[in-house]
Nanobody, 122 residues
């Protein structure tokens, strides 16, 4: 199993940037694919980005492609989400997740962090 803790959220103006971090606690971090998801008030949780176990491949939702970058550092048990050119529609609670298989479906992930709030003002 793995425990996940997100950090780095906050309030930013449209066009600004934030970097989210996810710290993982576990003996086999490199055996997990990682994902970022978000949930806005009144909305379902949606896929944002995913990265393979080695970091060799990534996937992004169309809504964030070209603006967000997911990365990982297996030596530090860390996953990151660099968010640039932020829009008010990016406002949501962002969650880090882990699973043995690479996926864009939230239902496929076994482990989740507590979430961190990102608010983008107009």
């Amino acid at each position: 199993q793995v425990q996940l803790v997100e950090s780095g959220g906050g309030l930013v103006q449209a066009g600004g940037s934030l970097r989210l971090s996810c710290a993982a606690s576990g003996r086999t971090f490199s055996s997990y694919a990682m994902g970022w998801f978000r949930q806005a008030p009144g909305k379902e949780r949606e896929f944002v980005a995913a990265i393979t176990k080695s970091g060799s491949s990534t996937a992004y939702a169309d809504s964030v492609k070209g603006r967000f970058t997911i990365s990982r550092d297996n030596a530090k048990n860390m996953v990151y989400l660099q968010m640039d050119s932020l829009k008010p529609d990016d406002t949501a609670v962002y969650y880090c997740a882990a699973d043995r298989q690479y996926s864009s479906s939230p239902g496929k992930y076994d482990y989740w962090g507590q979430g961190t709030q990102v608010t983008v003002s107009s």
